[in-house]
């Protein structure tokens, strides 16, 4: 048996709210004619490493491992950077919030990689662009032009990084269901 994981910076409550309001707003203004199947503020985060299908008895193992690694962490902060088409030089299928890179972030997302590796053959090496996935969508009309699109700033700048989360994830109809399985407070 597996479970199909993943493991995320968790967002703060006011954050969250101010992330779907910008959501709504882009919905409302520049979006109304399309469709976009935009996150759910419950399932806003952001994503450091995808895991895949584990199985279930490797992640007593894992939790551990991923605790020693929180201890070797200080806290950060990602400061924000840009509202981007996803992913970079391809054809767009999201929208992000992307992050400047952060030697603490590069830090967390390469020791969980080294520290996990053993066990879990489908992790990939970290990729440094941390981002947050506002939406997704299969095709805009041509209303659009992705060329020239200037997503207006969203109302906060930076987002404070003091734990990380390994979260189950279920594909359902409706959208997924992440369930937080273990939190890991960072060093300081």
């Not at 990939?124 to 996935?133: A, D, G, N, S, Y």
Request: with cysteine; glycine share 2%; proline share 6%.
């Amino acid at each position: 048996m597996t479970k199909r994981l993943f493991i995320a910076i968790s967002l703060s409550e006011l954050l969250a709210d101010k992330l779907a309001d910008y959501q709504r707003n882009l919905a409302l203004e520049q979006f109304r004619r399309e469709k976009i199947n935009w996150t759910k503020k419950e399932n806003l985060h952001l994503t450091v490493h995808f895991l895949a299908e584990v199985e279930i008895k490797k992640i007593e193992q894992l939790i551990s491992l991923l605790g020693a690694v929180a201890k070797t962490i200080p806290a950060f902060d990602l400061v924000f950077k840009e509202i981007i088409w996803a992913p970079p030089r391809r054809q767009p299928r999201m929208i992000w919030a992307t992050f400047h890179g952060h030697n603490q972030y590069q830090k967390l997302a390469t020791e969980i990689y080294r520290a996990t590796k053993d066990i879990l053959f489908e992790i990939q090496e970290p990729k440094f662009l941390p981002h947050l996935t506002l939406a997704r969508f299969w095709f805009l009309s041509r209303s659009i032009d992705v060329g020239r699109f200037i997503f207006p700033p969203p109302t906060f700048d930076c987002v404070p990084v003091a734990s990380f989360c390994l979260f189950a994830s279920e594909l359902t109809a409706t959208g997924p269901i992440y369930t937080n399985l273990a939190r890991f407070d960072l060093s300081g």
